[in-house]
C-alpha cells in the first residue's frame, strides 16, 4: 500500500527516519550509552582483517563503512563487487572477517561470494534486509536491517538502514578494540540518535528539489562529486539517477575531475556537488570551482555555513541540516534520492519499476 505516496519509492525515502530509528534501537543502548551487537561466538577484537562484498547500492553502504572502520577501529578494509570478487581469487587469512551486505540477502553474486568466503575460512559477517534470505541463514553474525519490505525497485530505505548498522558495528569494532573511550562512544551513540530527526530535515527540503528536477531533467549526462564518504553518495547519486530516469549519470571522486572527466564539462553537463561543510570541504570546493571555471552548471548540496561560503555561482544549492560528519551521509542519502526520484517523475518513467531491471537479481 503506497498511503497517500504517488509511488513506492516516495513513501520508502519518507519512511527513512522511522525505520532507520527502528535500526538503530537495536544497535544503540541509549540509556547506557553505549552500541550494541548481537551476541557473537568470535572475538571481534581480534579481527585483523575485514572483506567487505557487495553490489549495487549496497556495495556504496560498504565504501562508506570503509571509511569508518578505517578511521574509529584502525582495520584494513578490502571493498569489492560480488561478480569480481570471486573471479579475482582474493588472498583470505584464515579467521578474516568477511562482510555481506544485501537488501534481498537473495543476490546471487554477492550469494556466491558468500559461499567462497565460507570455504576460505572467513567469519561471515551479513547485513540483510530480509531476515528469512539465504544470505541471513549462512552468516555467523545477522545484523539485520529493520527497513521493513522495500517494494520500489530503486533502493532507499535499505540503503540508509545499512549505513546505520554499520555505523554501529565500526564503533563496536572500535570499542572491541581498545580504541574508543566511555566518552567517545557516548559521542558516537549520540551522534547517532541524531540522524532520523536530521533525515527528517532534509525531507523538509522535498519541494526545493521537486522545483529543481526540471534543470536536470533535459539533460543527457550528469555528474556527481564527492570526497571521503561523501565519494560513494556521489556514485550512488548517480546510480539512482541512472537507474529510473535514464539519463547517464557518473560519480567521481572530487580530486580525479582534472584526470579526465573535466573533459566533459560545459553548460549541458549538470554536476552535482555534495559537500557538508567540515574538514573535506574546502577541497571539494575547490574541485566544484574548476568546473565552474569551464562553464559547468552545479547543483550544491551542503548546510547553510557551506552555502554561504560557497553557493554563490551555482545553478542551485539543496540546503541541508548541519550535522556530524559521522551521520552526514545517512542524511545527505536523502536530497539525493529525491533528485532522482522528481527528475524520472518530471520525464515520466516507471519510477518503482524501471525497465530491465528486477528488484532482487538472483542470476549471476
Ligand atoms: O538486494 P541487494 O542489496 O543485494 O541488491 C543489490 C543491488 O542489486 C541493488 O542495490 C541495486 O543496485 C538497486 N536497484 C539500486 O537501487
Redo the contacts with the bound molecule.
Keep these: 500500500d503506497k498511503g497517500n505516496h504517488r509511488h513506492f519509492m516516495q513513501k520508502e525515502i519518507y519512511e527513512q527516519p522511522v525505520v532507520v530509528a527502528q535500526t538503530l534501537r537495536a544497535y544503540l543502548r541509549r540509556m547506557e550509552n553505549e552500541v550494541a551487537m548481537p551476541d557473537m561466538d568470535f572475538d571481534l577484537g581480534a579481527v585483523k582483517r575485514i572483506t567487505i562484498v557487495?553490489?549495487?547500492?549496497?556495495?556504496y553502504a560498504g565504501m562508506v563503512a570503509k571509511y569508518w572502520f578505517e578511521k574509529f577501529a584502525r582495520v584494513p578494509v578490502d571493498i569489492d563487487v560480488a561478480s569480481e570478487f570471486r573471479y579475482r581469487d582474493p588472498v583470505l587469512e584464515k579467521g578474516g572477517l568477511a562482510l555481506f551486505?544485501?537488501?534481498?540477502?537473495?543476490?546471487a553474486d554477492?550469494l556466491a561470494a558468500l559461499r567462497h568466503a565460507r570455504a576460505a575460512d572467513q567469519i561471515i559477517a551479513v547485513v540483510v534486509n530480509v531476515p528469512t534470505s539465504s544470505m541471513a541463514r549462512e552468516a555467523d553474525l545477522l545484523l539485520p536491517t529493520h527497513a521493513g519490505p522495500e517494494i520500489g525497485?530503486?533502493?532507499t530505505k535499505?540503503f540508509t538502514c545499512q549505513l546505520a548498522v554499520l555505523a554501529a558495528l565500526a564503533a563496536n569494532l572500535a570499542r572491541a578494540k581498545g580504541l574508543l573511550t566511555p566518552e567517545e562512544e557516548a559521542e558516537i551513540v549520540w551522534h547517532l540518535s541524531e540522524g532520523p530527526a536530521a533525515m527528517n530535515e532534509a525531507l523538509g527540503h522535498d519541494g526545493d528539489i521537486e522545483a529543481m528536477a526540471h534543470l536536470i531533467a533535459p539533460a543527457r549526462d550528469v555528474l556527481y562529486l564527492g570526497r571521503g564518504p561523501d565519494y560513494p553518495m556521489a556514485l550512488e547519486g548517480a546510480?539512482?539517477l541512472k537507474?529510473i530516469s535514464y539519463i547517464h549519470a557518473e560519480g567521481y571522486a572530487a580530486g580525479e575531475m582534472k584526470h579526465g572527466p573535466i573533459a566533459l564539462i560545459d553548460e549541458a553537463v549538470p554536476v552535482i556537488v555534495i559537500a557538508p561543510s567540515g574538514p573535506l570541504f574546502e577541497k571539494t570546493v575547490s574541485n566544484m570551482q574548476e568546473v565552474q571555471a569551464r562553464g559547468g552548471k552545479v547543483v550544491l548540496i551542503s548546510d547553510a555555513e557551506g552555502i554561504a561560503l560557497a553557493g554563490e555561482g551555482c545553478m542551485a544549492t539543496i540546503e541541508m541540516p548541519k550535522v556530524h560528519p559521522l551521520i552526514a551521509p545517512l542524511v545527505y542519502a536523502v536530497p539525493v534520492q529525491l533528485l532522482a526520484y522528481h527528475v524520472a517523475v518530471a520525464k515520466g518513467t516507471d519510477v518503482d519499476q524501471p525497465r530491465n531491471?528486477a528488484?532482487?537479481?538472483t542470476v549471476e
Excluded: P
Design positions: 557487495a553490489c549495487g547500492t549496497s556495495f551486505i544485501s537488501q534481498s540477502g537473495e543476490t554477492t525497485v530503486a533502493s535499505a546510480l539512482k537507474e531491471l528488484k532482487s537479481v
